[in-house]
């Protein structure tokens, strides 16, 4: 990064606790470098000028084992582990007193479900860079070599502060398919992140969930490697844009547990090798490549019986050596302890420690005291059983991503006040609303019940145990404190004085039996059923009834793995009986995972998938419902009809999954909806299919071309799907797989020709000695609005 002048304590205001052997603000700045060990010379590391590697050998050779260890473990912010806010003359006796890999989630406002951690440096926007600004200067002036902190944060569902940029769900943002407006979220991210301080985010999640039952589905961008790689590497490539690292979640084979098990469980994957670098490694190798980024945090389950974090496999000889990665390892929190306490391959922790440094995690990252981690391996270099070359490795990789981020150049936020602009709400509500609508699947819509005509209908029920929630939008891993507009608020909003909307919760999202009632069926309660009378009597009234029904953020999320997929608790009897009084019913989902929602798919006219959106879910909702907006998603994962199909899921092995013999076979077949799918309130057509060359010789690419034209009388997105089979293989690959997608915005009558590129990766297989290579042979090109819908097919011929 090019050099920058250093601005040296106008910002600086608050710290009392500064040596008096440097003055603040002297003979340390100088200009456009920083005396960061204070001995009055521009040493090597310093110097902005000199190449990374040379500043990363300089740095090294002048630090200390104490210095060393300090850089392979993050400390957990205020609130967390740390009990300052700001620095205090007791840092002096804390282990980061010769420094620190990172610190986490400081003063950010975190949530979990219920908790939030307010406090005068989260906001105003500007407070919150001052107090990170004042921190960095106590880690620049105070410790002997002055090494920079880098400030991490999570960010997938925007970025984890108060008052940020809300983001819909990541597997709401997966039903987008819209790669421009996925990198310009990671840009947001990014630009708040810079402006408060932050400088490495935690995201992307590139998990490939296979297994719905799954909680931490709703964190995926959904079950399809190509989507998810495509998808992630416009986030990390947005995020990164802002000089701001992008750390990739969660390495590796983590979305798989045994069962679809989370909580405690979380070990056990089975996927066999091949899958496992088809679909769950695919992700990670395509975004590291491609956008380089500078962090990945390693996963806390086993594959094979190898616990990942304690994987020379899995962390280096993959991770670095196969997919080129430069950056920096983290640990998922409790990874390093699993590999004693759960996985039971280290007879005590001090063993974990050495066996995870072995393997190649560089910084070691929980919610206990650093000094847990620091202090293990410093004896256990002293005892040599770990090398200084093995140590100096692991802190070389983090210095560099401080060097190349700049921290060593400008370690500053240069304009605190520029925070409060950057953060303003008014700057990025039109993307919120964008994100939201875009984030939409229309699952049904008989005899085009939808679009809703708000001139003749004088009184909506709006119903459902979710509509007039808001606490699903809030996840521990977004914003916090922010404004959101429920489903019911939207609607009432939307039809203002043009129509009466009333409201009747009608049941809660679980019943009082609930798990158990997930297996065990009981009577209502006469509580129950008198919430659900006083709905249906309302219903009997209106001229339309908008349910929204689905899962909080009690029931889908990390740790929170179900056994079915139907609808909670007693949201199915108050269907039902919202059916029963023959008034138009709209079905509003709010999710987090594919539901079995067979009965509404039979009989309920209009089913509208939200999964879990952020602040401007109401008025998204409301647009789209009365016709203002078009629905243009498309799932990102298929919805199986019941769990006794998982694995249900897409790409599939041929003959795996479908074709089963009708009459001979006691299963259900089929999906309820299948990957890729969504309609629209217009119709689209395709034509003209051009595949060129016909024939290639293996290294080069084919282009496809298709037109697509909206038929209907409404402007629209239809996403443009490309799937390719490769016809004969020397391995069995899947039935085929999706290579390509575009989403577009056609006018009525307009047609657009979308083009597509097929790379030789797009074509190649893993070869049977565990290569990707592209075979000989015939492909066969598909373009369709679905994996179930191939509206258009063609072929070409590979060559030696």
């Given at each position: 990064?090019?050099?920058?002048?250093?601005?040296?304590?106008?910002?600086?205001?608050?710290?009392?606790?500064l040596?008096?052997?440097?003055?603040?603000?002297?003979?340390?700045?100088?200009?456009?470098?920083?005396?960061?060990?204070?001995?009055?010379?521009?040493?090597?590391?310093?110097?902005?000028?000199?190449?990374?590697?040379?500043?990363?050998?300089?740095?090294?050779?002048?630090?200390?084992?104490?210095?060393?260890?300090?850089?392979?473990?993050?400390?957990?912010?205020?609130?967390r582990?740390?009990?300052?806010?700001?620095?205090?003359?007791?840092?002096?006796?804390?282990?980061?007193?010769?420094?620190?890999?990172?610190?986490?989630?400081?003063?950010?406002?975190?949530?979990?479900?219920?908790?939030?951690?307010?406090?005068?440096?989260?906001?105003?926007?500007?407070?919150?860079?001052?107090?990170?600004?004042?921190?960095?200067?106590?880690?620049?002036?105070?410790?002997?070599?002055?090494?920079?902190?880098?400030?991490?944060?999570?960010?997938?569902?925007?970025?984890?502060?108060?008052?940020?940029?809300p983001?819909?769900?990541?597997?709401?943002?997966?039903s987008?398919?819209?790669?421009?407006?996925?990198?310009?979220?990671?840009?947001i991210?990014?630009r708040?992140?810079?402006?408060?301080g932050?400088?490495?985010?935690?995201?992307?999640i590139?998990?490939?969930?296979r297994?719905?039952r799954?909680?931490?589905?709703?964190?995926?961008?959904g079950?399809?490697?190509?989507?998810?790689?495509?998808?992630?590497?416009?986030?990390?490539?947005?995020?990164?844009?802002?000089?701001?690292?992008?750390?990739?979640?969660?390495?590796a084979?983590?979305?798989?547990?045994k069962?679809?098990?989370?909580?405690?469980?979380?070990?056990?994957?089975?996927?066999?090798?091949?899958?496992?670098?088809?679909?769950?490694?695919?992700?990670?190798?395509?975004?590291?490549?491609?956008?380089?980024?500078?962090?990945?945090?390693?996963?806390?389950?086993d594959?094979n019986?190898?616990?990942?974090?304690?994987?020379?496999?899995?962390?280096?000889?993959?991770?670095?050596?196969?997919?080129?990665?430069?950056?920096?390892?983290?640990?998922?929190?409790?990874?390093?302890?699993f590999?004693?306490?759960?996985?039971?391959?280290?007879?005590?922790?001090?063993?974990?420690?050495?066996?995870?440094?072995?393997?190649?995690?560089n910084?070691?990252?929980?919610?206990?005291?650093?000094?847990?981690?620091?202090?293990?391996?410093?004896?256990?270099?002293?005892?040599?059983?770990?090398?200084?070359?093995?140590?100096?490795?692991?802190?070389?990789?983090?210095?560099?991503?401080?060097?190349?981020?700049?921290?060593?150049?400008?370690?500053?936020v240069?304009?605190?006040?520029?925070?409060d602009?950057?953060?303003?709400?008014?700057?990025?509500?039109?993307?919120?609303?964008?994100?939201?609508?875009?984030?939409?699947?229309?699952?049904?819509?008989?005899?085009n019940?939808?679009?809703?005509?708000?001139?003749?209908?004088?009184?909506?029920?709006?119903?459902?145990?979710?509509?007039?929630?808001?606490?699903?939008?809030?996840?521990?891993y977004?914003?916090?404190?922010?404004?959101?507009?429920?489903?019911?608020?939207?609607?009432?909003?939307?039809?203002?004085?043009?129509?009466?909307?009333?409201?009747?919760?009608?049941?809660?999202?679980?019943?009082?039996?609930?798990?158990?009632?997930?297996?065990?069926?009981?009577?209502?309660?006469?509580?129950?059923?008198?919430?659900?009378?006083?709905?249906?009597?309302?219903?009997?009234?209106?001229?339309?009834?908008?349910a929204?029904?689905?899962?909080?953020?009690?029931?889908?999320?990390?740790?929170?793995?179900?056994t079915?997929?139907?609808?909670?608790g007693?949201?199915?009897?108050?269907?039902?009986?919202?059916?029963?009084?023959?008034?138009?019913?709209?079905?509003?989902?709010?999710?987090?995972?594919?539901?079995?929602?067979?009965?509404?798919?039979?009989?309920?006219?209009?089913?509208?998938?939200t999964?879990?959106?952020?602040?401007r879910?109401?008025?998204?909702?409301?647009?789209t419902?009365?016709?203002?907006?078009n629905?243009?998603?498309?799932?990102?994962?298929t919805?199986?009809?019941?769990?006794?199909?998982?694995?249900?899921?897409?790409?599939?092995?041929?003959?795996?999954?479908?074709?089963?013999?009708?009459?001979?076979?006691?299963?259900?077949?089929?999906a309820?909806?299948?990957?890729?799918?969504?309609?629209?309130?217009?119709?689209?057509?395709?034509?003209?299919?051009?595949?060129?060359?016909?024939?290639?010789?293996?290294?080069?690419?084919?282009e496809v071309?298709?037109?697509?034209?909206?038929?209907g009388?409404?402007?629209?997105?239809?996403?443009?799907?490309?799937?390719?089979?490769?016809?004969?293989?020397?391995?069995?690959?899947?039935?085929?797989?999706?290579?390509?997608?575009?989403?577009?915005?056609?006018?009525?009558?307009?047609?657009?020709t979308?083009?597509f590129?097929?790379?030789?990766?797009?074509?190649?297989?893993?070869?049977?000695?565990?290569?990707?290579?592209?075979?000989?042979?015939?492909?066969?090109?598909m373009?369709?609005?679905?994996?179930?819908?191939?509206?258009?097919?063609?072929?070409?011929?590979?060559?030696?």
């Open positions: 990064m090019t050099a920058k002048k250093i601005i040296p304590a106008v910002f600086l205001l608050t710290i009392g606790s040596s008096q052997a440097q003055e603040p603000g002297k003979n340390i700045y100088n200009g456009d470098w920083i005396d960061f060990n204070k001995n009055g010379k521009k040493d090597l590391y310093e110097d902005p000028s000199k190449p990374v590697e040379k500043r990363v050998r300089d740095l090294l050779a002048q630090m200390t084992l104490e210095e060393k260890t300090c850089q392979t473990a993050t400390l957990y912010g205020y609130g582990v740390l009990k300052d806010k700001q620095p205090t003359p007791e840092w002096k006796n804390e282990i980061w007193k010769d420094g620190i890999a990172n610190i986490d989630e400081q003063l950010n406002g975190v949530q979990g479900h219920r908790t939030f951690i307010a406090n005068e440096y989260t906001y105003p926007h500007s407070k919150h860079a001052e107090a990170i600004n004042n921190i960095q200067r106590w880690f620049v002036e105070e410790t002997r070599l002055g090494i920079p902190v880098d400030f991490s944060n999570e960010g997938i569902h925007g970025l984890t502060h108060d008052r940020a940029t983001l819909p769900a990541p597997i709401a943002i997966g987008t398919w819209n790669k421009q407006l996925v990198y310009e979220a990671g840009t991210v990014g708040e992140a810079k402006a408060l932050y400088t490495n985010i935690y995201a992307p590139l998990d490939v969930a297994d719905p799954w909680g931490r589905t709703v964190e995926t961008y079950e399809n490697p190509f989507h998810i790689a495509e998808l992630g590497i416009r986030m990390a490539k947005g995020i990164q844009s802002q000089e701001v690292a992008s750390t990739l979640k969660h390495f084979v983590y979305g798989i547990p069962g679809g098990r989370d909580g405690n469980v979380r070990t056990d994957p089975h996927v066999a090798p091949r899958e496992m670098h088809e679909l769950h490694l695919y992700p990670f190798r395509r975004v590291i490549n491609e956008a380089q980024p500078m962090g990945i945090m390693s996963s806390y389950n594959w019986g190898e616990p990942v974090t304690a994987s020379r496999h899995f962390l280096t000889e993959l991770l670095r050596q196969q997919f080129g990665f430069k950056g920096y390892v983290v640990s998922d929190s409790g990874a390093v302890e590999v004693h306490d759960k996985h039971k391959v280290a007879k005590d922790y001090k063993e974990a420690v050495r066996q995870v440094i072995e393997a190649g995690l910084v070691r990252t929980h919610f206990t005291h650093p000094r847990d981690f620091i202090l293990p391996l410093r004896e256990l270099v002293r005892e040599g059983k770990v090398s200084m070359k093995t140590l100096d490795s692991r802190v070389a990789d983090v210095l560099r991503v401080k060097f190349e981020l700049g921290l060593f150049d400008q370690p500053y240069e304009n605190i006040q520029k925070a602009e950057v953060l303003a709400p008014e700057n990025t509500q039109d993307f919120v609303l964008e994100m939201a609508k875009q984030s939409l699947v229309l699952l049904k819509n008989k005899n019940i939808l679009p809703l005509n708000i001139d003749k209908i004088k009184n909506i029920l709006v119903t459902g145990p979710l509509a007039a929630e808001t606490d699903y939008v809030i996840s521990r977004g914003p916090s404190n922010i404004k959101v507009t429920s489903i019911l608020e939207g609607i009432k909003e939307y039809a203002g004085r043009r129509a009466s909307v009333s409201y009747a919760k009608g049941c809660e999202v679980v019943d009082g039996n609930w798990p158990e009632s997930e297996i065990i069926d009981t009577p209502l309660t006469t509580e129950e059923t008198a919430e659900i009378s006083s709905a249906v009597k309302l219903a009997r009234k209106a001229d339309a009834i908008i929204v029904m689905g899962e909080n953020e009690f029931t889908v999320g990390e740790s929170l793995s179900r079915s997929l139907d609808l909670p007693r949201q199915q009897q108050l269907l039902q009986a919202l059916e029963a009084t023959g008034k138009p019913l709209i079905l509003v989902l709010v999710n987090g995972r594919p539901l079995s929602i067979n009965w509404a798919d039979k009989y309920i006219d209009g089913i509208l998938e999964w879990f959106s952020n602040s879910v109401g008025t998204a909702v409301a647009e419902i009365f016709g203002d907006y629905p243009g998603g498309k799932l990102p994962i919805f199986p009809k019941t769990v006794g199909q998982i694995e249900l899921n897409f790409p599939y092995k041929r003959g795996s999954q479908d074709n089963q013999i009708e009459g001979k076979d006691a299963r259900v077949h089929g309820l909806y299948p990957f890729g799918f969504g309609l629209s309130y217009t119709m689209f057509e395709y034509s003209n299919l051009s595949v060129f060359p016909k024939e290639q010789r293996i290294g080069g690419n084919i071309t298709a037109d697509v034209t909206n038929t009388s409404r402007k629209g997105d239809e996403v443009v799907q490309l799937y390719l089979r490769d016809k004969v293989s020397s391995v069995v690959t899947y039935e085929y797989d999706l290579r390509g997608f575009e989403r577009v915005t056609l006018g009525p009558g307009q047609t657009k979308v083009k590129i097929i790379r030789p990766d797009d074509m190649a297989l893993l070869y049977k000695k565990n290569r990707w290579e592209v075979e000989p042979g015939e492909f066969e090109v373009v369709g609005s679905s994996s179930n819908d191939i509206k258009l097919k063609g072929g070409y011929t590979i060559k030696k």
